[in-house]
């Protein structure tokens, strides 16, 4: 069984960066796709980044694109979220997933195709 261990969150200030890692349990890392989702109290669960299963493919919700950099290094079986220029509105618990198919064409912004999810780390932006 697949298991996602996020960490990296913490607090800091609007403007400030911090950098997310998820690391996986496996063999089979490499051939799944990856996405980053955060949800805020209150709030829905709300996408952020996604990477293909070779790394060579990246898309952004609109709400981080400039500010976020998705990565992913096979030899680890982790993945990044490097987030810069925070803004207090990013203040949520940051959870990674895996997809529910290997070597998946293109990306998915849904949840529902991602079977596997870390516990999340949170994260909060001070104004």
């Known amino acids: 069984q697949v298991q996602l261990v996020e960490s990296g969150g913490g607090l800091v200030q609007t403007g400030g960066s911090l950098k997310l890692s998820c690391v996986a349990s496996?063999?089979?890392?490499?051939?799944?796709?990856m996405g980053w989702f955060r949800q805020a109290p209150g709030k829905e669960r709300e996408f952020v980044a996604a990477?293909?299963?070779?790394?060579?493919?990246?898309y952004y919700a609109e709400s981080v694109k400039g500010r976020f950099t998705i990565s992913r290094d096979n030899a680890k079986n982790t993945v990044y979220l490097q987030m810069n220029s925070l803004k207090p509105e990013d203040t949520a618990v940051y959870s990674c997933?895996?997809?529910?198919?290997?070597?998946?064409?293109?990306?998915?912004?849904?949840?529902?195709?991602?079977?596997?999810w870390g516990q999340g780390t949170q994260v909060t932006v001070s104004s």
């Open positions: 496996g063999r089979i890392f490499s051939i799944y796709g």
């Open positions: 990477i293909n299963w070779s790394g060579s493919s990246t």
């Open positions: 997933a895996r997809r529910s198919t290997s070597y998946s064409g293109g990306h998915s912004a849904q949840p529902h195709d991602y079977s596997t």
